[in-house]
């Protein structure tokens, strides 16, 4: 098994330039999250999604959209990049169903910078 | 909502120290708690989880962590560190009701350690 992939793993945009950032997992987990991680300040959670079709937002998701057209993909959409945008975004997903024990595997991150 | 607060940001150890890496969390409800590392350059992996059971946990490399409910309280142990544990550390909380709750996570504490 890969896990979870992600990628690009860095990328500079211009502000108001759109990109979508990809996220792939093989491990036929049902629960995906993606989180942005600011310097200092720990991990915040963006969106997630239960299964296929189904999103919900977390704590910070203006600026950012979701969709989960299969179980194994959930890309992250910027529409307009902004300079508070600049984070370490992580993907991560984990098998759910009903349980709150089983452990959340991350991908490798992606380094966006928005200049 | 949910938080957790780690006490120090950065601690600096010589190697064979002991390590106490302190964790707070907030919530009314039962959770379910987790340490993750992440290594310089890598993703963050988990270390240990507390879900139910006997308080104090072990996870790999030598770490292990105590639950204190009366305290809130989730502190990460090492009894002799190495170089090699130079690494972000991140305490995590989620709701134990099962549903599709990302983690909270706490800011983090940079650990170096000096040969």
């Known amino acids: 098994n890969a896990g979870v992939t992600q990628t690009p793993k860095f990328r500079i945009l211009k502000i108001g330039q759109s990109m979508t950032l990809q996220c792939t997992q093989d491990?036929?987990?049902?629960?995906m999250y993606w989180y942005r991680q600011d310097p200092g300040m720990g991990l915040k959670l963006i969106y997630y999604?239960?299964?296929?079709?189904i999103t919900d937002k977390g704590e910070v998701p203006n600026g950012y959209n979701v969709s989960r057209s299969t179980t194994e993909d959930f890309p992250l959409r910027l529409e307009l990049a902004a300079p508070s945008q600049t984070s370490v975004y992580f993907c991560?997903?984990?098998w759910g169903r009903g349980s709150s024990t089983d452990t959340q595997y991350f991908g490798p991150g992606t380094r966006l910078t928005v200049l | 909502a949910q938080s957790v607060s780690q006490h120090n940001h950065h601690v600096i150890l010589s190697e064979a120290a002991s390590l106490e890496l302190g964790c707070n969390y907030s919530?009314?409800?039962?959770?379910?708690l987790f340490w993750y590392v992440q290594y310089p350059g890598q993703h963050l992996q988990l270390l240990l989880k507390?879900?139910?059971?006997?308080?104090l946990v072990k996870g790999i490399k030598g770490f292990e962590a105590e639950f204190i409910k009366s305290k809130f309280s989730f502190n990460l142990r090492k009894p002799s560190v190495q170089w090699s544990d130079t690494a972000e550390y991140f305490c995590?909380?989620?709701?134990?009701?099962?549903?599709?709750?990302?983690?909270?996570f706490g800011k983090g504490t940079h650990l170096i350690i000096q040969p």
């Open positions: 991560a997903s984990r």
């Open positions: 919530y009314g409800g039962t959770v379910n």
């Open positions: 507390y879900f139910s059971g006997d308080p």
């Open positions: 995590a909380v989620i709701s134990s009701g099962g549903g599709a709750d990302g983690l909270t």
């Open positions: 491990m036929n987990h049902n629960y």
């Open positions: 999604s239960v299964g296929a079709g």
